[in-house]
């Protein structure tokens, strides 16, 4: 329901990325129609299509100034994470933070092997992507790092038109590690108060965890609400939630897995789609000084 929004603006104001998507798709169609055409349209078409191209210029033009000083923010943040949440958080629920970060791991290496399936050179991918992996870290917002992605998208020469499209769509889909998340705090909350589950209802945390991950806003603390839902769902108590006092500890990773699996998946689809190798240049419809149409 929330695909087409009821105002254009709130739904960039309140970072709704598939309305955003949907927004964009409309009038990308309808620029790409009146170009192509005969009327007395095509002139102003062409104006506003030129129009966007030099915003999304003077766009990355602004990004590359913000990477710049993005590492002394990224200090700044952590640093404030750290001393709010404390070490004492951390060491009482050791067990459930150390079997997340375990299952992340699985999962980064998951990532890595299918990398490597596809040929795509490990070394060069990590390089670009750090930046957003930390970015995602720090911030925990996978929304707030999607510039940033993007950036790293083109510092891959991935073609822009698959990740200009798949990024967005990715940072409001692909929560993977979100889900992982909600899996291990159901698991950890259902002994803690001492509830026995069943393989039926694993699996329905499985299946309900990661539907329920779709859609949920990529921004810091919007893990609560998924874990909330699912813990109704499979009978637990809903108190259990006080989980959310190391919530940025565990957010963190979540985050950086979502962000890593999005440019993961960016980069498979770009290289079936092209076949280039890793030192190739993208075709041409993927420069940002091309005319695409």
Not at 150 to 169: E, K
Not at 220 to 242: D, N, S
Request: aromatic share 6%; hydrophobic share 55%.
């Amino acid at each position: 329901m929330s695909i087409v929004p009821e105002n254009i603006v709130s739904a960039f104001a309140d970072l709704n990325m598939l309305a955003v998507l949907f927004t964009s798709i409309v009038f990308g169609v309808a620029i790409v129609v009146l170009r192509a055409g005969s009327g007395d349209f095509k002139a102003p078409a062409e104006a506003l299509y030129q129009g966007i191209a030099g915003l999304e210029a003077a766009t990355l033009r602004i990004m590359s100034w913000v990477l710049e000083v993005l590492p002394f923010g990224i200090l700044a943040i952590v640093a404030h994470t750290i001393s709010t949440q404390g070490v004492d958080a951390l060491l009482s629920l050791a067990a459930m933070v150390g079997a997340l970060y375990l299952g992340l791991a699985g999962q980064l290496l998951f990532y890595m092997l299918l990398l490597a399936a596809f040929g795509v050179g490990l070394r060069r991918f990590f390089a670009s992507a750090r930046t957003p992996m930390v970015t995602a870290f720090a911030t925990q917002s996978s929304s707030g790092t999607l510039p940033v992605t993007m950036a790293a998208a083109d510092r891959l020469g991935l073609s822009r038109s698959i990740h200009g499209v798949a990024l967005p769509l990715g940072a409001t889909i692909n929560l993977d590690g979100a889900a992982l998340r909600i899996a291990v705090s159901a698991v950890f909350a259902a002994n803690v108060v001492g509830v026995s589950l069943g393989w039926g209802q694993l699996a329905e945390i499985v299946v309900v965890g990661t539907l329920i991950s779709i859609g949920t806003a990529g921004v810091p603390g919007a893990g609560i609400v998924m874990i909330a839902t699912v813990f109704y769902q499979v009978g637990l108590p809903i108190e259990t939630v006080v989980l959310s006092s190391i919530d940025a500890l565990v957010d963190m990773g979540a985050t950086e897995i979502n962000v890593t699996g999005d440019l993961v998946g960016v980069a498979l689809i770009d290289r079936i789609r092209f076949g280039r190798k890793d030192d190739a240049q993208p075709p041409a419809c993927a420069l940002p000084t091309s005319d695409c149409g």
